[in-house]
């Protein structure tokens, strides 16, 4: 790379954020243990809002975005990681408080990496990201919890999402019967691909129920929406169900009562992926390893450059992005 490699990065002027692809220098990038030469990221539904100036997750510009991730250890000052091994970062505000993913490299602290799985390449690890990180960690909180197949069906909201599909496919391995949310038709066969037995119109949870507790349906539900939808999806708990909270697509305000929770038990987990402990983050990465059908994950992926990234970035705050896309840092 002649000493420059390639870089994203935003300025603010005037409160308007904008975006080029610039040549920058190792000298420039942040303090840290450990230099990996990126060779993948991702796109996520906060590197929508990071892109787009929104949410205040951005205080100082100029900025590398990317909350995402993976290559290959260049220099480490860290016992932990030797030159040639191959990693992951997902989280600790990497992208947001500190430069990210989105450059052809990344200087960062040694603790936030994890090991590339046997078995994975660095592509499906970013295939996966954060959206498939969190999905993960949500389905290890259900079965903490006691969630089995057994237990009845599991509804899983913006099921055509990156968060959702990766959910549907690793819930319908492990012989879960899935339901999945969608506002969008043409998602209906893909969904079923995934493994949802069963689609639920986006409408049909618009809004909460004028009464606090509905029917018996759902055993657990992974939520990636939040605000009404989940109200709406909390009167239909079954007795004893799980709810896994992990994103706020649809706001965040929770607009319900404490009956779901009083009078049939219902757990509501909220899901961190940002800050998730190491021994975690190895289990879920372990996990995914095993669990996700990885020909499922190739089918659902696509990849772009870090030219595209912007757009991108407009087209899933709109939920206009299905599945998983992967960032070749180096196209």
């Known amino acids: 790379m002649n ?8 300025d603010e002027t005037e409160g308007r954020v904008s975006s080029a692809i610039r040549e920058i220098t190792e000298a420039e990038l942040p303090p840290g243990d450990v230099v990996v030469r990126v060779e993948c990221s991702t796109i996520n ?10 949410g205040k997750l951005v205080r100082q510009y100029p900025h590398v975005p990317g909350i995402d991730f993976a290559g290959t ?20 505000r990497v992208g947001e408080t500190r430069w990210g993913g989105y450059a052809q490299k990344a200087r960062v602290k040694a ?31 259900l079965e903490d919890h006691g969630i089995a197949p057994s237990s009845g069906p599991v509804l899983i909201t913006g099921g055509a999402g990156g968060l ?21 038709p043409e998602t209906h066969d893909y969904l079923k691909r995934l493994g949802a037995s069963l689609i639920v119109d986006r409408a049909e949870l618009a809004e909460p129920s004028s009464r606090p507790l509905l029917s018996e349906r759902w055993a657990a ?17 079954k007795y004893h169900g799980v709810v896994a909270s992990c994103g706020n697509a ?12 009083i009078l049939r038990g219902v ?11 190491i021994e975690r983050r190895r289990q879920a990465w372990s996990r995914l390893a095993t669990d996700l059908p990885f020909d499922l994950l190739d089918a659902m992926t696509e990849t772009a450059s870090l030219a595209e990234v912007p757009a991108l970035g407009k087209r899933i705050l709109k939920g206009d992005v299905r599945g998983r896309v992967v960032i070749d840092v180096n196209a």
């Open 3 to 10: 000493g420059q490699f390639k870089a994203l990065i935003l």
């Open 45 to 54: 539904y906060k590197d929508g809002l990071i892109l787009g100036g929104l």
């Open 73 to 92: 250890v260049e220099s480490s000052a860290s016992p932990t990681w030797m030159p040639g091994d191959q990693v992951i970062l997902t989280g600790w």
């Open 111 to 141: 603790e936030w990496l994890v090991p590339l799985p046997q078995g994975m390449s660095i592509k499906q690890a970013m295939a996966i990201g954060t959206a498939g990180f969190t999905a993960m960690l949500s389905v290890l909180a």
């Open 164 to 184: 959702g599909s990766v959910a549907i496919a690793v819930l319908a391995r492990l012989g879960y019967e899935v339901a999945a949310s969608t506002g969008r």
């Open 221 to 237: 539900c992974i939520d990636a929406v939040g605000g009404h939808t989940l109200a709406a999806v909390l009167p239909q708990m």
């Open 250 to 261: 649809g706001g965040i305000e929770l607009p319900t009562t404490v009956l779901p929770f």
């Open 267 to 277: 757990a509501l987990l909220g899901i961190d992926s940002a800050m998730c402990p």
